[in-house]
């Protein structure tokens, strides 16, 4: 299965694992709960799925790699104690505490998390010495003496043999009591997660052409050489770091994340295209409404490559002006929601409080106990992992706007506390609607270069798809109508027309 499937396959253990019954038991119990051993290529994301699984699922997280542990780390060191037998006094060896089953207890304590998953990466790959605690880790469920805590699934990762020199064969009876389930690498899934963590868009554009790049293992008499999707992520925030500072980006330093060097001179020479064709386009000036007539004439002649790059630029610049009326949106929804819950408590109709208690706060110290448990909020569930970057971004965003309008401690009225607050919610609001009508701008700037350049042809398929598939694009066009978006949808997207164009872009 691909990585998406065993994410939602992760997510629907641990709620049947988690399930309890009328008396507070686990329905099913923990000798039958078998561990979650994913088998795939190195670098598809088997980790991250776990990261994201778990903060969907509210649960806790403990991650170890465990090629980085020693027997004595994992199982614990030796002593001796004696006991008695039979009224004769014995020494017997016992184990300190692993230090992995100490980590679940500290992040119990630390989160208040009493369920969660253990998450062992790279089990097959382990020492000699290392190997008998994995085989009785999946089988028994303990490390040494000690047994996971209850409430928590175990979960393992492994790569196949063919990719890895170390690894070790799981036996029969180890394989015998677990869940493993083989993932492969699959463009396709890892693309929709690539548009959420917000993966560079040149690369995203180059995959798109040349999709067989995405993942790559091969070796020859010179050595091993590949290509990950772990690859791809962590030289997206390169090149975005680089060209903050306007630094190059070369073959050299594509080899360093892709280690295929056909691959990376492809991928370094398409940057370099990438960026030309949005100076020579003038990307920012045909979202503006200024297209200079040079550029119809040079896309009419243009391959097919450097088109569909074309249009992935105009989308990305289209996509970040919907970014931000995502982000100005959630910040004025949950800022109106603040407000909301402030009128309410301020006026003595908060249901949680006593009355009393209500009637000795000020307007000012009521605002200032209300934004801080906000921020204890976002602290403890960023602690524990339930939060997405953008989701973090946005609440000090609002926290921080919420420091700048909070009202005046001399204030005794309520309702000029109120409005003294919602000052500030105001401006927010402002800013939001500048953002709703920038957005609807560039998108309506781009659809007149589209149809001009391309009228209703495979580039404006791909246009129209990209807006119909990508999570922002979607919200944005479910609260603004174009017109011309809903009209190429229904022409190019359903029906026979849309099989005949997919069809037709397949074979390029």
């Known amino acids: 299965?691909?990585?998406?499937?065993?994410?939602?396959?992760?997510?629907?253990?641990?709620?049947?694992?988690?399930?309890?019954?009328?008396?507070?038991?686990?329905?099913?119990?923990?000798?039958?709960?078998?561990?979650?051993?994913?088998?795939?290529?190195?670098?598809?994301?088997?980790?991250?799925?776990?990261?994201?699984?778990?903060?969907?699922?509210?649960?806790?997280?403990?991650?170890?790699?465990?090629?980085?542990?020693?027997r004595q780390s994992a199982v614990g060191l030796p002593f001796i104690t004696e006991q008695t037998f039979g009224g004769q006094t014995c020494s017997v060896t016992e184990y300190t505490m692993s230090e992995i089953i100490?980590?679940?207890?500290?992040?119990?304590?630390?989160?208040?998390?009493?369920?969660?998953?253990?998450?062992?990466?790279?089990?097959?790959?382990?020492?000699?010495?290392?190997?008998?605690?994995?085989?009785?880790?999946?089988?028994?469920?303990?490390?040494?003496?000690?047994?996971?805590?209850a409430g928590w699934l175990i979960a393992a990762a492994g790569n196949p043999p063919e990719y890895n020199k170390s690894v070790r064969e799981f036996d029969m009876v180890t394989l015998d009591r677990v869940r493993s389930i083989p993932v492969e690498a699959d463009y396709r899934v890892w693309r929709e997660y690539a548009k959420k963590q917000g993966i560079?868009?040149?690369?995203?554009?180059?995959?798109?052409?040349?999709?067989?790049?995405?993942?790559?293992?091969?070796?020859?008499?010179?050595?091993?050489y590949y290509v990950t999707a772990r690859g791809w992520e962590d030289f997206s925030y390169l090149i975005m770091a680089y060209e903050e500072m306007n630094l190059p980006?070369?073959?050299?330093?594509?080899?360093?994340?892709?280690?295929?060097?056909?691959?990376?001179?492809?991928?370094?020479?398409?940057l370099d295209l990438y960026r030309k064709y949005q100076d020579d386009y003038g990307i920012p000036e045909i979202l503006s409404g200024r297209v200079k007539p040079s550029v119809y004439a040079r896309i009419d002649g243009a391959a097919f490559d450097e088109r569909i790059s074309v249009v992935n630029l105009l989308l990305d610049g289209v996509m970040k002006?919907?970014?931000?009326?995502?982000?100005?949106?959630?910040?004025?929804?949950?800022?109106?929601?603040?407000?909301?819950?402030?009128?309410?408590?301020?006026?003595?109709?908060?249901?949680?409080?006593?009355?009393?208690?209500?009637?000795?706060?000020?307007?000012?110290?009521?605002?200032?106990?209300?934004?801080?448990?906000?921020?204890?909020?976002?602290?403890?569930?960023?602690?524990?992992?339930?939060?997405?970057?953008?989701?973090?971004?946005e609440r000090k965003r609002l926290l921080f706007l919420l420091n700048q309008a909070q009202p005046n401690g001399q204030t005794a009225s309520a309702e000029e506390a109120f409005l003294q607050a919602k000052s500030g919610f105001d401006a927010q609001h402002a800013r939001l609607e500048d953002a709703e009508d920038a957005a609807g701008k560039a998108l309506e700037y781009a659809f007149d270069f589209m149809e001009q350049a391309f009228s209703a042809g495979e580039e404006m398929v791909v246009f129209v798809t990209e807006l119909t598939v990508q999570r922002g694009a979607a919200a944005f066009l479910a609260e603004y109508t174009c017109e011309r978006y809903l009209k190429y949808h229904k022409q190019l997207l359903i029906g026979t027309r849309k099989a005949e164009l997919l069809s037709e872009l397949g074979r390029k």
């Open 102 to 149: 100490a980590s679940i207890y500290r992040k119990m304590e630390e989160t208040g998390l009493t369920e969660g998953i253990l998450f062992i990466d790279e089990i097959n790959c382990v020492s000699e010495t290392l190997a008998p605690t994995m085989l009785q880790f999946l089988q028994c469920k303990t490390f040494g003496n000690q047994r996971v805590p």
């Open 321 to 393: 002006r919907m970014s931000e009326v995502s982000f100005e949106r959630n910040v004025t929804d949950a800022w109106y929601a603040f407000l909301k819950e402030y009128r309410k408590r301020s006026a003595g109709k908060d249901l949680s409080a006593g009355r009393s208690e209500a009637a000795e706060k000020t307007p000012f110290t009521l605002y200032l106990q209300m934004r801080n448990e906000l921020l204890q909020d976002l602290k403890e569930q960023e602690r524990d992992g339930f939060l997405e970057k953008t989701e973090v971004s």
């Open 1 to 70: 299965m691909n990585i998406k499937q065993a994410k939602e396959e992760i997510k629907h253990t641990v709620r049947a694992y988690l399930a309890k019954d009328d008396a507070g038991e686990y329905k099913i119990p923990a000798i039958r709960q078998r561990p979650l051993l994913l088998m795939g290529p190195p670098g598809i994301g088997k980790t991250q799925i776990m990261e994201q699984a778990a903060r969907e699922c509210k649960i806790g997280l403990v991650s170890y790699t465990i090629t980085h542990h020693t």
């Open 249 to 270: 980006v070369t073959k050299e330093i594509a080899f360093e994340y892709l280690h295929h060097a056909d691959v990376a001179e492809d991928v370094a020479a398409y």
């Open 200 to 224: 560079h868009r040149a690369l995203l554009s180059y995959l798109d052409l040349r999709p067989q790049n995405f993942y790559r293992i091969e070796a020859d008499v010179d050595g091993l």
